[in-house]
């Protein structure tokens, strides 16, 4: 039999070696993780301050919390959005009023002083970068996201967003979709709102993540009540709980610090 050349076998070898840390790589691509789970809570309501923080705080996970700078919550208890913004939960910018599109179906419930489609695209930067003024006097920081108030991107057909791109690091969206590292659209971030789930339910969504290497961002507004789109206490509870178990498979962090290692990396 024909000796292979000493030269041969260490490039063989090199080669394979690469080759198992791309598949390696594939694997893992969320800092290390299989995939990269987001926990956010829109609307700044007490439940948050109440029941999501000492539930995150208590697993050492950090969430993003979307403020609506009109909230009397934000107030109110500026002084608990400041400490947890101190410990490590972002908090991201949902607008100065949530303004949404009254004349989709659906809406009804919208006012017409918040009726996105009677904006201007000048009046609707312009709220949002007041919240963002706001959200720094509560935190001092200058990074951070912006999320959709109803997912609605448009005022007139036009993507007002395109003149805030400098001003966030990244926008959320409601489209519930799994999306890989190099797929994610950081000026639309698809996400999956959570209404009535079953921590089943729920985990589901983790395990598909965790099995497709893709990104999961869940979207809640009351956890334990406080809100008309809600979700149990105890099924949030079961939900982080197997996070926490399964966090050698698990990145988690806040959209902010996740949209700018999605930035980096794509």
Not at 24 to 37: E, G, I, L, Y
Not at 41 to 53: F, H, M, T
Not at 248 to 263: F, G, L, N
């Amino acid at each position: 039999m024909e000796r292979m050349h000493p030269g041969l076998i260490v490039f063989s070898a090199l080669m394979a070696l690469a080759a198992v840390t791309c598949r390696a790589q594939d694997n893992a691509p969320w800092n290390h993780k299989s995939c990269a789970v987001v926990l956010t809570y829109d609307d700044a309501i007490d439940v948050d301050i109440d029941n999501v923080l000492p539930a995150l705080d208590s697993l050492r996970f950090k969430g993003t919390f979307y403020l609506i700078g009109s909230s009397s919550v934000v107030a109110t208890r500026m002084a608990a959005w400041r400490k947890a913004a101190a410990e490590g939960h972002e908090l991201g910018n949902h607008s100065m009023f949530h303004p949404c599109d009254a004349s989709l179906p659906g809406r009804t419930w919208v006012s017409a002083d918040n009726d996105l489609s009677k904006y201007t695209v000048r009046r609707a930067v312009a709220e949002i970068r007041q919240t963002n003024v706001l959200l720094q006097a509560i935190d001092g920081k200058t990074q951070r996201t912006f999320a959709y108030p109803c997912g609605d991107m448009t005022v007139h057909d036009t993507l007002f967003y395109s003149w805030l791109q400098k001003d966030f690091v990244a926008a959320r969206g409601v489209r519930g979709v799994f999306d890989t590292l190099g797929k994610v659209n950081l000026d639309n971030v698809d996400c999956f709102a959570m209404n009535g789930n079953t921590a089943d339910q729920m985990i589901a969504l983790v395990r598909h993540a965790m099995q497709t290497h893709t990104l999961l961002v869940f979207l809640f507004h009351g956890v334990g009540g406080g809100h008309n789109i809600n979700v149990a206490l105890r099924e949030h509870s079961e939900l982080l709980h197997f996070i926490k178990d399964h966090e050698d498979q698990i990145w988690v962090a806040p959209m902010v610090d996740v949209a700018e290692y999605i930035r980096a990396h794509q």
